[in-house]
């Protein structure tokens, strides 16, 4: 079965960095697509950034420049580096994927970033 796990949130303060890991499995992982997403409470859950199978990557103009996405097909693992951390980045991060018209989630990761 699909599986997708994040690793690596926790508690940092503003000018922090921490680096997001999502492992996947049950997938070909070197020809997906994948993304990042986030949700803070009492707000939809947004696209924070994405890559393609070539490497290509999407990333959101909130996070631009903060944010990037990369991927280790050996590994199969998918990253998220992300620097210059703001308290508004505060939110549960998910990755995911979707095949056949069906959206794969992980159960998410805590990110809090403290004044």
């Known amino acids: 079965q699909v599986q997708l796990v994040e690793s690596g949130g926790g508690l940092v303060q503003a000018g922090g960095s921490l680096r997001l890991s999502c492992e996947a499995s049950?997938?070909?992982?070197?020809?997906?697509?994948l993304g990042w997403y986030r949700q803070a409470p009492g707000t939809q859950r947004e696209l924070v950034a994405t890559i393609t199978s070539g490497g290509s990557t999407n990333t959101a103009d909130s996070v631009m420049g903060r944010f990037t996405i990369s991927r280790d097909n050996a590994k199969n693992t998918m990253y998220l580096q992300m620097n210059s951390l703001k308290p508004e980045d505060t939110a549960v991060y998910y990755c995911?994927?979707?095949?056949?018209?069906?959206?794969?989630w992980g159960q998410g990761t805590q990110v809090t970033v403290s004044s």
């Open positions: 995911t994927t979707t095949i056949r018209d069906y959206q794969y």
């Open positions: 049950g997938i070909i992982f070197r020809i997906m697509t």
